[in-house]
């Protein structure tokens, strides 16, 4: 690990403006992610802002019946909040289905929402890697690549978004408040906060520089039937080789958010039209245009009869 000036900001606006001073800075809370990428010199920030006495470790009501998330909130005091578990279980579940308890408990909301992706090649410095270092191409590719996307992929990345606790939150219609070191602030919906790879797969949200996340915020309950379905290589500690995240009412219709197909969480409200004429006719409008490899062609499958699977288990529910 590389030597690095560790600061402590006291607020939001002074951590965005002391990362704005300081060249090569980086915000750290939890630091899950941040600590593992700095020992492996992937992330080498000259400064580290500790944003954990900026007091942004709140959950609350909010006047619309929805409720903001401070971006500090640990993920386990997330999961268990008696009104998360009631009115967007979606979410509790998509939390407990990510990581282990012990990193459940450092990590927070605003740091899960922009971890780095797990491909293995991200995370080898001996191979090619355009997020890691652009311009060096994508050694995923031509690589093993049964755990990488299949849609919203492009010739520089197949690199998927990791988060569990994100594909719940864009099929909750989340949205991101922000501020920036002139002190201005910003709310992102949650479907334009990560950027799909293009030819700059190394510019992975639409944040400004040295902009804070402060909270995410949740419209009102919408009610129906809440399912995170994740399926992996192993029953625990895993991250996704496809998840689902399905809101379905009982009248047929519903929301319905993809994991570990894409490089953000994967939702086309278009496609919801079809949730009354099935998995299949869902499946084939979420992943149309897809661009599979040959490793991980079955994620299109599984998507449907992961999907299918949730959709009985919703009828059954209700």
């Not at 704005?20 to 593992?36: H, K, P, V, Y």
């Not at 990791?162 to 920036?180: H, N």
């Not at 047929?252 to 919801?272: D, H, I, M, T, Y």
Request: charged share 20%; proline share 5%.
């Amino acid at each position: 690990m590389r030597p690095f000036t560790y600061l402590r900001a006291q607020s939001p606006a002074e951590a965005a403006a002391l990362a704005a001073q300081t060249s090569g800075s980086r915000f750290i809370a939890g630091g899950s992610n941040l600590l593992d990428l700095m020992k492996l010199e992937i992330e080498t920030p000259a400064y580290l802002i500790d944003v954990n006495d900026v007091g942004l470790d709140r959950i609350e009501d909010a006047a619309d019946g929805g409720l903001r998330i401070g971006a500090l909130v640990r993920n386990t005091d997330l999961a268990a909040h008696p009104r998360i578990r009631k009115d967007w279980g979606l979410l509790a579940r998509a939390l407990l289905a990510g990581a282990s308890g012990q990193l459940r408990n450092v990590a927070t909301t605003a740091g899960n929402l922009l971890q780095r992706t797990r491909c293995p090649y991200f995370y080898d410095t001996n191979q090619a890697c355009n997020k890691r270092q652009p311009g060096s191409g994508c050694a995923a590719i031509a690589g093993f690549s049964r755990q990488l996307g299949i849609i919203g992929v492009s010739d520089a990345c197949i690199a998927t978004h990791p988060s569990d606790m994100a594909v719940a939150m864009r099929a909750l219609d989340a949205q991101v408040e922000t501020i920036k070191p002139d002190g201005t602030t910003r709310v992102i919906p949650l479907a334009d906060l990560h950027r799909l790879p293009g030819t700059t797969p190394n510019i992975e949200t639409t944040l400004a520089p040295n902009e804070l996340i402060t909270a995410v915020t949740l419209p009102a309950p919408v009610g129906g039937t809440h399912i995170y379905q994740k399926v992996r290589d192993r029953s625990s500690y895993a991250f996704a080789l496809i998840s689902v995240a399905a809101i379905l009412q009982k009248d047929g219709s519903g929301r319905v958010a993809l994991g570990g197909v894409a490089p953000k969480p994967w939702r086309l409200e278009s496609a919801e039209a079809s949730m009354s004429k099935g998995a299949t006719a869902v499946t084939e409008q979420l992943l149309a245009g897809a661009t599979p490899t040959d490793d991980n062609a079955f994620k299109i499958t599984l998507v449907e009869r992961t999907l299918a699977a949730v959709m009985a288990q919703a009828r059954e529910q209700a």
